[in-house]
Nanobody, 125 residues
Framework: QVQLVESGGGLVQAGDSLRLSCAAS????????MGWFRRAPGKEREFVAL???????YYADSVKGRFSISRDNAKNTVYLQMNSLKPEDTAVYYC???????????????????WGRGTQVTVSS
């Protein structure tokens, strides 16, 4: 398994930006699907974005046009650039990884075998 450590969370105001990072170790992530999920207070963990090993990216409708996922395989790091943040983006953000071939939907947290501990993002109105 790959070990994942998230960073970059914090307290910001609505409309601000943040960039989350997820550093992977133990395996090279070039052949991994790398995802971001989040869990808001009182809610289940939900899909946010995915970076496929082929270069494709996928987003939840709620963040499309505001968030951008990218990866630097040389640094074994995946990023989540979050712009125009809203109070409803407040959540703990988790990085997830699964090596190819992936069996299951990328939108489902059970598909991913490796998880970070999460980083808190709080957006005030």
């Amino acid at each position: 398994q790959v070990q994942l450590v998230e960073s970059g969370g914090g307290l910001v105001q609505a409309g601000d930006s943040l960039r989350l990072s997820c550093a992977a170790s133990g395996r090279t992530m070039s052949s991994y699907a790398m995802g971001w999920f989040r869990r808001a207070p009182g809610k289940e963990r939900e899909f946010v974005a995915l970076s496929h090993w082929s270069g494709g990216t996928y987003y939840a409708d709620s963040v499309k046009g505001r968030f951008s996922i990218s990866r630097d395989n040389a640094k074994n790091t995946v990023y989540l650039q979050m712009n125009s943040l809203k109070p409803e983006d407040t959540a703990v953000y988790y990085c997830a990884a699964e090596p190819r071939p992936v069996r299951g939907s990328f939108y489902y947290e059970g598909t991913f075998g490796s998880w970070g501990r999460g980083t808190q993002v709080t957006v005030s109105s």
